[in-house]
């Protein structure tokens, strides 16, 4: 005799107990997986919908709304925030909230990071970017600043100046004034004082240097060397 099915052709009230559970479990694990692939889905989108994806880890846009810091914390586990733009007491008062780490790094227009700021910005992207996490980094329009910045990191990382400007869009770099052009030069002098390839043609952007091929003082970065992030 079949001892699932009791008087009356009827299941047992422990069977009907343990294939209820199995269902529910077939139903919670369904709902799980629903979620995940929602949330891949998200970070997918939030990729692929910006324009200003720099590197895996690192973004760059305009001065984030409060609910634009909040879609990047979800969709893009966006942890850290770098400022480029004038200081805003509600931006840092949003970030904190968030239990987001912010960098506030100003730069007047035209200009471009110091070796010391590029050094702090490196460590502060790397220390995020090793756990899974996101850095964004804006100025106030995605404009010169942020390109600029974002240039030298990937110079600084160790990208060739080919690779770097693959990873940028062409109306970004067009946006740089003069200075900011030289600062790039010079930063790519001193990181590879040989000559790589470069927008100073087949030899690369050259720095001012002595007639033993010594980089000058002149150079503000002249102790600049690689910061992988």
Avoid: C
Wanted: charged share 20%.
């Amino acid at each position: 005799m079949n001892q699932a099915i009791g008087p009356g052709g009827r299941l047992t009230r422990r069977t009907l107990v343990r294939r209820y559970a199995v269902a529910l479990t077939v139903l919670l694990l369904l709902g799980l997986g629903k979620v995940v692939i929602q949330q891949k889905e998200i970070s997918v989108n939030e990729v692929a919908a910006s324009d200003h994806v720099v590197a895996p880890g690192l973004v760059i846009g305009p001065t984030p709304t409060d609910t634009d810091l909040q879609q990047l914390q979800l969709g893009l586990r966006v942890d850290g925030v770098v400022n480029l733009a004038g200081p805003s007491v509600a931006e840092s008062a949003t970030v904190a909230s968030l239990h987001q780490a912010y960098l506030y790094l100003p730069l007047t227009a035209g200009a471009a990071p110091t070796w010391a700021q590029l050094r702090d910005l490196a460590g502060f992207v790397r220390r995020y970017r090793e756990r899974g996490d996101w850095v964004y980094m804006h100025d106030q329009t995605a404009g010169a600043r942020a390109m600029t910045t974002a240039a030298m990191l990937l110079l600084l990382d160790g990208q060739t100046w080919t690779a770097m400007s693959a990873q940028l869009t062409p109306a970004g770099l067009s946006s740089l004034d003069e200075r900011q052009r030289l600062a790039l030069e010079q930063l790519g002098s001193a990181l590879h004082p040989a000559g790589p390839k470069g927008p100073q043609g087949p030899k690369g952007p050259k720095g001012p240097k002595d007639p033993k091929g010594r980089q000058q003082e002149g150079n503000p970065y002249a102790a600049a060397r690689l910061e992988p992030w």
